[in-house]
């Protein structure tokens, strides 16, 4: 099948954040570099990027989907949900349950959809990170039943302990690295079919590869992180939780119309950067 109209839909994961800078100062993201490998194979694509920072399920469903449709998509990438999960008073298995009936209904429309089960742990250690991992876990359990009975196609990065490495992370802990960006944007194409080392950014598989070792740091150095990663990033977050203030308020999508991908030379050995 090809992919004329990719729809890309969800939170920060698709949006892109803290990827590197595009041409009109947003940031990219794998959803944005896998448009460019397809339209490079395909001799062209229509794209468009709904996703905003911060969305829950539910909004992403009252207010991306309905947009999608509109458009004539005819692939899907779906992200959501993560962000309820994060919320502890949250039911995993009612996320999961809504989850499920926004995929069958997409699917029922004739769509291609892709899902995606999400990292659970980011190297994070301790009682907060085990229970979210716990919760991340269900999450993903629910990806995979999903994708099982719809026939969504679900891209596999949850599980992939490379993705684990902190090194692939923003020091926020919560949206990958450009490097991260890479790696999930070969393994999309990968689920999809494609197989050109060229779009892929290098042989099959290659996401998966471990990152060579490096220094580790102390127990100190780690103390440290951790009391500045909870004064710069999780503070803010608690906060604007209990303001019911969304990092995304007032935010648009990149793409909120489809814009036409101009195919990349074939020689230029990458995924769309």
Do not use: C
């Not at 590197?20 to 896998?34: K, T």
């Not at 694509?45 to 947009?67: F, I, M, W």
């Not at 989850?99 to 029922?108: E, N, P, S």
């Amino acid at each position: 099948m090809e992919h004329r109209t990719f729809v890309a839909l969800g939170d920060s994961f698709t949006e892109g954040l803290e990827d590197e800078l595009g041409p009109d100062g947003r940031h990219l993201g794998w959803a944005d570099r896998v448009a460019a490998a397809l339209a490079t194979q395909e001799g062209g694509l229509r794209y468009a990027n709904l996703a905003v920072r911060g969305k829950l399920l539910d909004e992403v469903v009252s207010d991306q989907v309905p947009a999608a449709r509109a458009l004539g998509a005819d692939l899907v990438s779906f992200h959501a949900g993560p962000n309820d999960v994060l919320r502890p008073r949250r039911d995993v298995a009612d996320v999961v349950a809504r989850y499920d009936r926004a995929v069958t209904d997409l699917v029922a429309d004739g769509l291609q959809v892709l899902l995606f089960t999400v990292i659970e742990r980011a190297g994070g250690t301790g009682r907060t990170a085990a229970r979210l991992a716990d919760r991340f876990a269900r999450f993903n359990d629910g990806v995979r039943r999903t994708a099982q009975h719809t026939g969504a196609l679900v891209v596999e990065v949850g599980g992939e302990p490379a993705l684990q490495d902190r090194r692939l992370w923003h020091e926020d802990r919560l949206h990958l690295a450009p490097a991260g960006h890479v790696r999930v944007a070969a393994a999309v194409l990968e689920t999809l079919g494609v197989t050109d080392p060229a779009l892929l950014g290098g042989e099959p598989g290659w996401w998966r590869v471990p990152l060579a070792p490096g220094a580790r740091p102390g127990r100190r150095a780690d103390v440290l992180a951790d009391v500045r990663w909870v004064r710069r990033y999780l503070t803010p977050w608690v906060l604007r939780r209990l303001r019911g203030v969304s990092s995304g308020d007032g935010l648009s999508p990149k793409h909120l119309e489809l814009v036409d991908v101009v195919p990349a030379a074939r020689d230029a050995g990458s995924a769309g950067g």
